[in-house]
Antibody, heavy 117, light 112 residues
């Protein structure tokens, strides 16, 4: 069955970067776009961007350009998102999710990122 | 960006009764291909979102048929008939018509 297993919670200092992972299993990794979604505490969902593992092509929410970098490792079926120059506004839960028809049906369990000195 | 506005922000429902959640988009979500790109998700407490309805009125696989979606180009409704305890959580509408994909603020469903 399809699974997206995300890395563990991270506590990072302001100004630093964090890189999180999303390991896919149960399907052909290169066939589906992987999106990343942010959920700030007690708030709604924000679409960050997406990556197509087969080619590395990406699309971003303009708001997150320069903040988020999306990459993949096809050999391990893993997608990564790196967030740079972290501030308290970046403290949130980050989800990876797989795009397919009909929609975002499969989600990772989420990664909690806390930015604090 | 397309703004998705949900109402109400919270709803309290007696088990067995029905509930409706509204969502309005700031722009038509009807594509020229005839598909309306509005989606509904449920986020249960402490869990990741799960897809309920896709393309306005299509039930996602495994979702009980107590859930249904309807609407027009900019006004959408999620209806839950015969609410059960497992339906508790936050419901989000979202649009996948154009970048950036956006979501509503969420509607919290609680049981009376």
């Amino acid at each position: 069955q399809v699974k997206l297993l995300q890395s563990g919670a991270a506590l990072v200092k302001p100004g630093a970067s964090v890189k999180m992972s999303c390991k896919a299993s149960g399907y052909t990794f290169t066939d589906y776009w992987v999106s990343w979604v942010k959920q700030s505490h007690g708030k709604s969902l924000e679409w960050i961007g997406e990556i197509y593992p087969n080619s590395g092509a990406t699309n971003f929410n303009e708001k997150f350009k320069g903040k988020a970098t999306l990459t993949v490792d096809k050999s391990t079926s893993t997608a990564y998102m790196e967030l740079s120059r972290l501030t308290s506004e970046d403290s949130a839960i980050y989800y990876c999710t797989r795009w397919e028809l009909p929609g975002y049906r499969y989600w990772g369990q989420g990664v909690m990122v806390t930015v604090s000195s | 960006d397309i703004v998705m506005t949900q109402a109400p922000l919270s709803v309290s429902v007696t088990p067995g009764e029905s509930a409706s959640i509204s969502c309005r988009s700031s722009k038509s979500l009807l594509h020229s291909n005839g598909i309306t790109y509005v989606y509904w998700y449920l986020q249960k407490p402490g869990k990741s979102p799960q897809l309920l309805i896709y393309r306005m009125s299509n039930l996602a696989s495994g979702v009980p048929d107590r859930f249904s979606g309807s609407g027009s180009e900019t006004d959408f409704t999620l209806k839950i008939s015969r609410v059960e305890a497992e339906d508790v959580g936050i419901y989000y509408c979202g649009q996948l018509l154009e970048n950036p994909y956006t979501f509503g603020a969420g509607t919290k469903l609680e049981l009376k």
